[in-house]
């Protein structure tokens, strides 16, 4: 049965009005989880399987080569929580070879998107059948949660926080390190955190390439970031016309991050539950960043949030890393 938390209703269209209603002249910017209603979580999972899109084929390679190693590297039975689980594709590897390994898991997947928890649940009871799920709807950043410990397991057991899918990198320096603070607040020592980025350009990965898996050529990540217009055009009564907006991405540098933006191809006014936001031509929303790391920012990282590095595992390209961090 799946936990429906306080009105998702009321924190979109604070959201949108926060990042919309700004000065002129002053970036107008919409969160990335607006992205994940029904349609979003879909297109996201379409943009997984695309050509361009490395990260989400490459962290499953990284899993499913190292999955036992990873389960058992805290030592002894494990129950997994996961961040933004989505419908959790990668973790049925974790979740498989923990069952191998102890008398049945339990896992618990948050996410803004109850389609893809119900989606999830279908498919990890048929793959690993002793697994025990217990779903949140739930935005981790803006709402509570609380950890479920297994209690059935015999002797410790410990939990494995999942962070995977290079979610972190969605969140700005000071937000990660404060949603991995929270985690780490309900964490016990024994119990770790399992942390997958993307890393910085080099090893042979390009810019380009970067900008590519984010632009992709069949247009479904343009379609993704437009996405978020149709929601408030839903959601909010907003009247945004979808062909006056462009998928933009960019890589930037300094801040060591790709950026999605939606530019305004002409000037125009927009209105949106009860106020009127105006644009000019060439002015952008700014509606994602996703920061890549390098082996110094994640150990930085996990040391402000209070954890301890314990092990990476990367793949053969050291494209992408899955690293346990202990409290
Ligand atoms: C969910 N998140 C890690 C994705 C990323 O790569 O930043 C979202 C995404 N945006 C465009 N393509 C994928």
Redesign the pocket.
Known sequence: MIQITDSLQESVRNEALKGLCVAPGQQKTLS?WLFYDERGSRL?ED?TRLDE?Y?TRTEREIFAVNAKQIVASLGGPVSFVELGAGTSTKTGLLLCAASHQQNGVLYQPIDVSSSALEEASVSLREKVPTVRIRPLVANYITDGYTIERDLTQEGACRVMALYI???I??FAPHEAIEILSNLRSQLQPGDGLLLGT?LRPGFGKTIAQLEA??DDAEGV?AE?NRNVLVRLNRELDANFHLDSFSHVARWNEAASRIE?HLESLCEQTVHIAGQTIRFAAGETIHT?N?HKFSADSLQALFQEAGFTVSRTWNDPRQWFAVTLARV
């Open positions: 990335p996201f943009i899109y990260l899918g290079s979610s990198g969605n993307d898996a984010y990540t993704f999605m994602e996703s």
